[in-house]
């Protein structure tokens, strides 16, 4: 299976890349998106700083050497759905892209995939869509958690589940640590995916969208709610 | 089921309940304090034989009605002019309504998004004569695409500042508010509150609308007095 990460960050990239480069039988590409349309030095140094604050900055220079080595590391200039990007992507002849970028797909990027675009969606589908979906879910007292999900262009509308995990915001005091946890799940989860994308016959999970609700930015005065939510629930714990 | 697990959990169902009626009255105060910056004495003075009523009403602790009881018809149809009876639902007044078993035809949204934002707006006034019967469930899609619009696109443009049409935010505003009182569906609620929160400027364009503007902060004190979120 041809895997390709799409990542805002050579960091964000390697870092899933890492977590799925030893399944049996995947061949990994990174692809580094210019989300901002940044120019190149401010694009390099962000990088750059980004790789020396980081624990792993050795690690991740060797690793990103070795993937442009192979021909693996494909660094985009112009956004994402522009026709050269798309026609970058096409050429790779992945199955599966892996969502690690800040960006919103439109079809023909999400057609160059052969199987499509999974996203690590950090809230519950299909009950759960849009944004915000953490704080919504611990204010409305549901399950936090993981959908791994094909995307479509729609806003998490996609129709294929592949898994989805619940993961309790017990013992968090505050929601953007909460969701940062939650964030930082995705290369696990993208392994699971791609283990049970890999098995012979394997289901979907439909997507249905009546069953759930499409959430907004939540204002400042409900997200001081959700907090003294979470810290009341750790303190009771 | 272990005790401790049966006393925890309605432990802190209760203690969610409460986090979020605190909050919501903490909001409460703020605006019996604030309503004034955004609705200054002059633009108060423009709702004419309204602008005691409104004062009082925004100062006043109690300021709730339940207007749940709509959700039960079909439709609700009204003699009295959309404006007229925004302002008795804002001022938490009786409103004269007969229902009936049949509703207009569903709007089509695509069509609708097509139109000119006066077209919108005549539409808008005159399928919701009524306001009460956005909160229907048959109007779900209708709530659902101005909730969309005003957390999407209108909510961009007054938070960067930017020229957006008064009449058709504040439009929204009152009947996505309506929407809460009668659903409690908290993320109509919070449309409300997110409004409120931005950046004065663009709120202080508002004023060039005062009734729209008056409703608005009514029907917004009336939710955040409103018991079982």
Known sequence: MRVAVIAGSLKAGMRIAREIENIAGVDIFVVVCNVRMKSLLQRWSREFLSALTSPSCWTLATKGCSYAQQGKLIILSGPLDDATSIQRLRSLQCDVGLHAANVIYREPTISAFRVGILNAHIGILPRYRGRCVVEWSVLQRDPTGVTVFFIDPGIDTGNRIVLREVIPSNGWKRVEALKNMLFECDARLYRK?????????????????SKGRRYYVMSKVFKQIVNEILTERANLA | ?????????????????????????????????????????????????????????????????????????????????????????????????????????????????????????????????????????????????????????????????????????????????????????????????????????????MRTNPRFLASWLCIYAQLLGAPEW
């Not at chain 1, 995916?193 to 969208?209: C, H, R, S, T």
């Not at chain 2, 006393?7 to 009255?25: F, N, T, Y």
């Not at chain 2, 009460?132 to 999407?152: C, K, T, W, Y």
């Open chain 1, 193 to 209: 995916a791609l283990e049970a994308l890999m098995q012979p016959g394997v289901q979907f999970e439909a997507n249905d969208i």
């Open chain 2, 1 to 205: 089921m272990a005790l401790g697990t049966a006393l925890s959990r309605p432990a802190q169902l209760d203690s969610c309940e409460g986090v979020l009626r605190g909050g919501l009255l903490r909001r409460r105060a703020e605006l019996r304090k604030s309503w004034r910056h955004l609705m200054p004495s002059d633009c108060l003075e423009s709702l004419g034989v309204f602008a005691k009523e409104v004062e009082s009403f925004l100062s006043r602790v109690d300021a709730f009605r339940d207007w749940r009881f709509a959700a039960a018809f079909t439709w609700l149809n009204c003699n009295a002019s959309f404006m007229d009876c925004l302002g008795a639902i804002a001022l938490a007044r009786d409103i004269e309504h007969r229902p009936s078993n049949t509703g207009p035809a569903g709007l089509s949204l695509v069509s609708f998004n097509k139109l000119a934002s006066n077209q919108r707006s005549e539409i808008l006034c005159d399928r919701y004569r009524c306001p009460l019967n956005i909160g229907l469930p048959s109007e779900s899609d209708v709530a659902e695409e101005l909730l969309r619009q005003l957390m999407v696109t209108d909510r961009t443009k007054l938070e960067e500042e930017v020229e957006f049409d008064v009449d058709m935010v504040l439009l929204k505003l009152n009947l996505v508010g309506v929407r809460a009182m009668i659903t409690r569906d908290l993320r109509f609620l919070d449309a409300l509150n997110y409004f409120y929160e931005l950046p004065r400027r663009s709120l202080a364009r």
